[in-house]
Structure formats: C-alpha cells, structure tokens
C-alpha cells in the first residue's frame, strides 16, 4: 500500500510571528522555519503503517518555496521514502495545493492520503477536505485514531463533544489531530540516510495547475494587545475584586 | 443578496455558536439556514423561531449519513446557486463539509472569520491569533466559517420563517458513518459558559485535575485545559482552549497552573475578565490577566473555594 504525506514548511511553533511593519505579511526572513506539526503527525503515522507491515511506500511532497526540501528531508529522516518537490513563489492557497496533489494522485495512485489537519500559519484547515472533494473520494479528519484493514480503513474522529467513528473505502484522504501520535524525532543516521533518498522536482505548471490565489491581502495587523493587569495577594482579595469591581460574579 | 448558514444543533436546539453565524450573515443579506439529521424536524422549528430567518432548509436523515461531509458537502453545493454566501459556526461538522462543499463549487473558503469588511472582505486571525489578515476574496461565491466569539448570537426567539423540506442530494460515496461517543457533562459548553475554569500543566496529574471540579460547580462554569495538560493525558482533547482546540470568550476566564503559551492565549484572550494563578511570577499568562495571584495553586484553590461561599 502506497501512502502519500504531503508537508508545508512553516514558522517554527515555538517561535512568536512579528508583523511586517508594512503591514504586508508575517516575517519570514530569518526565521527559524521546521515543518508544520500537524504534518509531523501526519508523516509519523505514514512511518507506523510502513513499520506494521500494512504500507510499503511512503512518498512526502511538499508545495513552496525552494527551501521547502528542508521539510522534504526531515520527512525522509523520519521514515518517508522519497519525495516530490512542487516548486512555486506563489502563495499556497488550500485550493490550489489540493489541485497539485490531486494531479499527483492521479500520477501515484496512492492508497491513503495522510495530512494535516491544518498549517499553522495561514491556520486554514482545509487542504485535506478540497482534495477529497477534488478526488471524490471519502474523508475523514481530525483523526485521533487509524486502523487499516481489508481494504478498509476504520478511523476515530475528534469532533465537537467528543469522538466519531467512520469507515472509508480506499483510497481516502485522513486528516491528523494532535492526539493521534507522538512524532519520533529523527535520529542521525537517518537525516544522513534522507540526504541520499531521492528528491524529485517539479512545478505547478508541469502539472497544468493554475497557482493564483484567490483571496488577495490588504494587510496584516497586529491583534490588539491586551494590557497586564495587576498582582494580588490572597484569594479572599480576588474574590472581593471579582464581586464588587469587575462584578462577574 | 441572500445567504445560506448551516447550523449545528443538539437535542432539538440550535447552537449558539451557529446563532452568532446567523447575526454575521444577517450583516450580508437575507437569511436562509440549513438544518440535518435525525431531529432535524425539532431543530427546523428552533431555526424557524430565530428573529432574522427567511426560510429553513430541513433535511431530514435517520441513517448517520448527515453526520458525513460527503453527503453534506454535495448538498451545500446543490443548494450553493442560489446563495451569494455560505456559512457556518466554526465548529468540527463545518470545518469537516464546507471546505470539500468549496472545492465542489471551486471557491477558496474563508474560515474563522472575526469581522464583515463588506461582502467580499473578511477579517481572519492567522498564525494562532497573532496576526490579523484582512483578505478580499475574487471567487463569485465565498464559502464562510465564523468565529462565535466575535458576533453576538441571534435570538433564540421571535422570528417565524417557513420551513421546506429537502433531501440528501448523494450517499456516503465510500464512507460509512459507525458510532458517535458524546461525553456526557452537566456542565454549560465551552464555547457558551460565562465563566470559563481551566486547568494547565501545572495541575500534576490527572486526579489533581479533579479538583478543578468544585470551584467549577460554585461559579457554573465549564472546565478547559491547555494544549499541555492534554498532551500529559490529564484531560480528553474535547477540554483544550487554544488554537488548536476551542476558541472561547467567556465573562471570567480563570486559569490555573497555565504558563500562557502562545497558542493559549490565542484561544481565550479574548474573555472580558482574566484571572491567572501561577507559580511562576513571569508566567506569560500575568501579560493578559486582569487578575493574578503569584503562588501555589494547590493553597490558592480552598482559600477561593471557601472565599466564594462566603456571603456575597
């Protein structure tokens, strides 16, 4: 069984985004960037199957920037057994990606499409979903578990309240929660093993899609701050504080 | 202009999180709303009662089907030629069907919507609420999640819409719909409490986390976590409050045993009151808190617990 893990290269998760002061966008230049953290989940949870004997390949790509091949290799360090780097400038609306990975699909003939559930940067949650509806495939996101068997795979979902369980036929697109696994971190031998697993680079165009965005930026703001408040001493001042100043209680 | 909401109900009434959706689309045009499921018969008499409603779209469904997005998503694209706009609360079923329902129709959704620029531009937090983009969609129709805590939920009651009755366009298409495992509380939800108590990394362990429970019952609030206190395994995923979990903005948000990691705050900042009890004087959660007490939460707990049950 074929697996396909498609991965963005974000800003790192530990490190807090500053606004361009031309209001254009979020600083990257300079900024430690590592692969999205949902994708992370996604990628471990492809090495899973593969190590159960249930997958045989897995193939990781990535749409971006050249620098992209960063995350490309640290999804071979984890296990992945190549890649394909679809390479553009553009910004990466989920539409569009769901068009590229539909075309590459179509080329794989993969048997279990693994994502994330969203990147945290544009924080749009929607990839996984277009892509199954591109595909007319089944979907199941928000995955806080995986099973696949006979053809089938049965998947645990985090929604609203608490768990759903559904069934889909392959191929289906799964999209990852953060309880489905703990990422493994990828050892030295392996990142110096991923160098040497093959890389292929293509673009957009060699795949007949159309990158230009749909949703155009005005700006990017900073959130309006919200002020420190002060120090108290004892619960019984709190209390009194919440009851007589704030009055929420 | 008209557009369409798609609604989230429980038990025969229709959510409030789905109710601030309908005041975010009132500010477009006029109002349809969608209901599904098995009580979609309660719930399209609910939907009918809120001030503001044109017509509900009721389908029906006993066979687990409108739990799917795939059977939804088709059915939002039926319905999408007559609407200018299609939106819902951003909550798990939307974030599941409205996206494969925009790919159908070849539209780049706009999820998380905070504020209504104009009919085609839209406010949304990115990078977990550390930005704010302002963004103009090119697309003929826009496909809309809305963040609840930024418009003031419709009423539940005095409007009269008619009701008409649809049926789900397509199956499942390869997805088969088994179980639904709702936890059961008796408390408000998260998302609707007016007064929030959450508990963080900071709380040890998951029989500590218990006691979050009594002072919980004495303010009628609901119980959250952080993203840490459910990676420890203290608490299910259904308790997080952040940018990966729930988005609140409760009257009194209390957090006990949280550092304020960036991802936190972008959950909760928004609370008219912020109370934080940390024994770390430079926790970042004191740069958002109203109130804060520097200490052992484990002592600060009974002392706010027998506070409260004096005479107020």
Sequence with gaps: ?249 | MTVLVYLDHEGGAIRQASRSAITAAAKLGDVDVLVTGADAAGAAKAAAAIPGVKKVIQVADSTGNSELAEPVAALLADLAGGYTHILAASSASAKNALPRAAALLDVQPIPDIVAINDADTFVRPIYAGSALATVKSADAKKIITVRASSFDPAPAEGGSAVIEEVALPAGPGGSTFISTELSKSERPELESARVVVSGGRGMQNEENFKLLNPLADKLGAAIGASRAAVDAGFVPNEYQVGQTGKIVAPELYIALGISGAIQHLAGMKDSKVIVAVNKDPEAPIFQVADYGIVGDLFTILPQLEAELDKAG
Excluded: C, H, W
């Excluded at chain 1, 069984?1 to 985004?17: A, E, G, H, S, T």
């Excluded at chain 1, 899973?48 to 390949?57: C, D, F, N, P, Q």
């Excluded at chain 1, 050249?66 to 989920?94: F, N």
């Excluded at chain 1, 953060?178 to 990422?183: A, M, Q, S």
């Design chain 1, 1 to 249: 069984m074929k697996v396909l893990v498609p991965v963005k290269r974000v800003i790192d998760y530990n490190i807090k985004p500053r606004v361009k002061a031309d209001g254009s966008g979020v600083e990257t230049a300079g900024v430690k960037m590592s692969i999205n953290p949902f994708d992370e989940i996604a990628v471990e949870e492809a090495v899973r199957l593969k190590e159960k004997g249930v997958a045989t390949e897995i193939v990781a790509v990535s749409i971006g920037e050249a620098k992209a091949q960063d995350t490309l290799r640290t999804a071979m360090a984890m296990g992945a057994d190549r890649s394909i780097l679809v390479e553009t400038d553009v910004v990466t609306e989920p539409l569009a990606v769901a068009k590229v990975l539909k075309a590459l699909v179509e080329k794989e003939k993969p048997d279990l499409i693994i994502l994330g559930k969203q990147a945290i940067d544009d924080d749009m949650n929607a990839t996984g979903q277009m892509l199954a509806g591109l595909l007319d495939r089944p979907q199941a996101t928000f995955a806080s578990k995986v099973d696949v068997a006979d053809g089938a795979v049965t998947v645990t979902r985090e929604i609203d309240g608490g768990l759903q369980t559904i069934k889909l036929a392959l191929p289906a697109i799964i999209t990852t929660d953060l309880r489905l696994n703990e990422p493994r971190y990828a050892s030295l031998p392996n990142i110096m093993k991923a160098r040497k697993k093959p890389m292929e680079k293509i673009t957009p165009a060699d795949l007949g899609v159309d990158m230009t965005p749909r949703l155009s930026v005005i700006s990017v703001a900073e959130p309006p701050e919200r002020k420190a408040g002060i120090k108290l001493d004892s619960a019984s001042e709190l209390v009194s504080r919440l009851r007589n100043e704030a009055k929420v209680i």
